[in-house]
């Protein structure tokens, strides 16, 4: 999820929110950085821009300032690297720290091509997938003009930098034969991370003043649903695990619960849309609003309403128990109205001209003016020949995420398995769709969700859910409830792969010691017992590519043990697994980061000697490695609600 300047998806690129992991800032963990770019993904820098730095790379060809040896390894030759440079420093960085966090990678395919004095061609050659290349058939110093060509598309020059190491010259270098280090740093622009953006987090408040206390159904208008913090904060124990404190940033009467998060960085704003999730309220703007926010105050400075139904299902009366019986658009009540009415997630496009969200109650996919709010397009979904659901109930599809990658617009959805009740027709999906006419068009990944997982916590089952209109909770016995159910509400990208982030439904269907709603208690235990809901999601990795799909990778289905790539998500006292699945279903993937920032409730990395009780009731991230799943770093943004409520 740069602000001043930020990273955001759910964290959106260059300003990465946590929703929003942040938005860099990104979306709900939507992490972005509030950046001076575009894109999803965090990138922002402290002293200077990503275009001062493009600017002083596209100055007049210079002389660069090779590895010496003119004789030995390099003699007859010269030799070099193409990389990506994510934070524009113009030195290939091969291993990340706190400090500097992206590792950059060789670029293949690039044309490296070398003159003499008369201009004559001598040599030609491409990158390999290192991004190593080497020219043959020089005299060792004698002068050459070498130019480098045939870049991917959208990448541009980075930052020259004639220092030690494999560092970048530009695009057009004069050099003696026998230099070995001939290099060029290129980058895309909506990839540019600074070493530490800012994330933006979604925060979520119920009318709950703390652990131990029920609600008191009163909101606190003046409580933050956005706040600010450093990428790298947090630590990798216990303690320091809040440090540095997040700034809050917008107020919950402003906005109300959110979910989706983008950020635009040229003109420094931020995009949040509004969710439906049980005992919050919506703000002003209504169950389909999208708050335009100046990333810098935290000042709504606009709120685009989207269009189609805007149905509230809270009990405003009495957000305390938050209940309403009704038939609307195939909705039944306020728990059947969680994943299927206000809005989903939140796209942003590339030139950041564009959003992107869908209205979950007529399943309609908007796309907007970003400056404006105009209306710009719209069209319901699903088609029946691409988003029909196993057993073929229309109402079983839902979709949700959102996210615009590398100039594609990328749906995601769930095959809720309402009508059946067959948790074996559950399903995550994620499509292509086309941005101009938002038309759904390819299936890119099908997954089952019927695979195996771990218990949501002590005694409380994590196996999906077929979607229940009545939030499980009627003859239920409390005062600890959980009833997983999938919803795919946030997708990004690390390299090729695609990771999903799943959100547990039933989080937003109930809340940290609320009462019972009348006559669903089970016989005996009274209708104003406080039950607590306790949410567990997921987050799945998928291999492959755009071109040709992805299947999900590390699950197990039938019978075994349960798996799962990311497993450093999981809350851990010594050896014991307190709680197993503990994601919130928002991500944010920083350009060029070993990690991916989840969002996480019980985020703090504890150990042996540590006490699990005192760590819980809090949510935050996790810093997770992409390599082993194993969790790297935990942060604490927020110690004041229970575990059902996943604020990013």
Not at 155 to 180: C, K, L, M, R
Request: proline share 6%; hydrophobic share 35%.
């Amino acid at each position: 999820m740069q602000r001043p300047n930020y990273f955001s998806h759910r964290w959106r690129k260059p300003l990465h929110t946590f929703v929003c992991v942040c938005v860099m800032l990104s979306s709900l963990f939507t992490a972005f950085t509030l950046a001076p770019s575009t894109a999803q993904a965090a990138r922002t820098t402290d002293t200077e821009s990503y275009a001062n730095k493009m600017e002083n790379a596209r100055l007049a060809p210079v002389a660069h300032a090779p590895n010496a040896p003119v004789t030995g390894a390099n003699s007859g030759q010269i030799k070099g690297t193409v990389f990506q440079d994510y934070n524009s420093n113009g030195v290939m960085d091969t291993a990340g720290d706190t400090t500097n966090p992206a590792i950059d990678r060789g670029v293949a395919g690039v044309t490296v091509t070398a003159y003499d004095k008369t201009g004559s061609q001598v040599g030609t050659t491409s990158t390999v997938a290192t991004g190593a290349y080497t020219i043959t058939g020089v005299i060792d110093g004698a002068a050459y003009r070498v130019e480098f060509s045939n870049l991917p598309a959208g990448y541009e020059s980075s930052y020259h930098n004639s220092g030690t190491g494999t560092t970048s010259g530009t695009s057009v270098q004069f050099v003696t034969g026998g230099s070995g280090n001939v290099s060029f740093g290129i980058n895309r622009p909506i990839d540019y991370a600074q070493n530490n953006p800012t994330l933006v987090a979604v925060r979520n408040i119920d009318p709950t003043v703390g652990p131990g206390n029920p609600p008191t159904g009163v909101f606190d208008a003046s409580s933050p649903t956005l706040v600010t913090f450093p990428a790298n904060a947090g630590s990798t124990n216990s303690t320091n695990n809040n440090v540095p404190a997040s700034t809050n940033l917008t107020l919950e009467g402003s906005t109300g619960a959110l979910f989706g998060l983008q950020y635009a960085r040229t003109t420094k704003m931020l995009y949040a849309s509004s969710l439906m999730k049980r005992i919050t309220r919506f703000g002003p703007g209504g169950p389909t609003a999208i708050y335009k926010i100046n990333a810098a105050t935290g000042a709504v400075v606009a709120t685009y309403v989207v269009g189609g139904p805007a149905t509230d299902w809270h009990q405003t009366s009495n957000y305390l128990f938050d209940y309403v019986v009704g038939s609307t658009n195939g909705i039944t009540n306020t728990w059947d109205a969680v994943g299927k009415s206000s809005l989903g997630g939140i796209a942003l496009s590339d030139d950041e001209q564009s959003l992107y969200t869908v209205n979950l109650e007529n399943r309609t996919l908007y796309q907007l003016n970003a400056v404006s709010g105009a209306a710009v397009a719209n069209a319901a979904i699903p088609n029946a020949t691409l988003t029909s659901c196993p057993g073929g109930a229309a109402g079983d599809f839902r979709p949700f995420a959102m996210h615009f990658y590398k100039g594609k617009l990328y749906m995601g959805a769930t095959c809720t398995a309402q009508s059946s009740q067959n948790a074996a027709s559950l399903r995550a999906r994620v499509y292509e769709v086309d941005p101009t006419t938002l038309s759904v068009g390819t299936l890119r990944m099908d997954t089952p969700l019927n695979y195996l997982r771990q218990d949501v916590a002590k005694a409380q089952l994590g196996a999906w859910n077929a979607w229940d209109p009545d939030g499980c909770f009627t003859g239920r016995e409390g005062p600890y409830i959980s009833c997983p159910q999938p919803l795919l509400t946030d997708l990004d990208f690390v390299g090729t792969d695609i990771v999903l982030g799943i959100r547990d439904r039933f989080g937003d269907q109930s809340g940290n010691q609320t009462p019972r709603v009348p006559g669903m208690a089970p016989a005996g235990e009274g209708t104003n017992n406080d039950v607590n809901g306790i949410a567990g999601g997921d987050l799945l990795r998928g291999t492959g590519t755009a071109a040709t799909g992805w299947s999900v990778i590390n699950m197990t289905y039938g019978a075994g043990s349960a798996t799962e790539f990311y497993t450093g998500e999981a809350y851990v006292s010594g050896d014991n697994p307190f709680h197993n699945e503990t994601a919130l279903g928002a991500l944010t993937y920083i350009p060029g980061y070993a990690t991916i920032h989840a969002q996480v409730y019980d985020p703090v990395i504890i150990g042996g000697g540590d006490v699990a009780w005192d760590y819980i009731f809090r949510s935050g991230l996790r810093q997770l490695d992409n390599t082993t799943g194993a969790a790297k770093r935990g942060y604490v943004y927020n110690s004041t609600f229970g575990k059902a409520l996943p604020k990013k």
